[in-house]
């Protein structure tokens, strides 16, 4: 089993950041492919980010690409989200994922099997 923590979530007005952290305890975290989602009121959660378990492949949605930077530091068990330029539309609870026994991050999340308990994050207009 593997056990997500996400935190670092807040209110924020529009062109400011924020830096979600996702803590991750028991099996290998190294191993596993990881990814940010959201989901706002009344949506489907969505794809934000994924990232290998070696940090050298990386994918985002176009709406959030040149915005915010997934990264991992897998001595310490945690991934990170940087977010910049926030807009009122990036307003939802994020959740990090991780897929179980595999390396390679994916933009569907039926693909993951592991998932925290979610963090939100409101941006003022």
């Known amino acids: 089993q593997v056990q997500l923590v996400e935190s670092g979530g807040g209110l924020v007005q529009a062109g400011g950041s924020l830096r979600l952290s996702c803590a991750a305890s028991?099996?290998?975290?190294?191993?596993?492919?990881m990814g940010w989602f959201r989901q706002a009121p009344g949506k489907e959660r969505e794809f934000v980010a994924t990232i290998s378990w070696s940090n050298s492949i990386t994918n985002y949605a176009d709406s959030v690409k040149g915005r915010f930077t997934i990264s991992r530091d897998n001595a310490r068990n945690t991934m990170y989200l940087q977010m910049n330029s926030l807009k009122p539309e990036d307003t939802a609870v994020y959740y990090c994922a991780a897929r179980a026994g595999s390396p390679v991050g994916s933009s569907s999340r039926h693909d993951y099997d592991y998932w925290g308990q979610g963090t939100q994050v409101t941006v003022s207009s």
């Open positions: 028991g099996r290998t975290f190294s191993s596993r492919a």
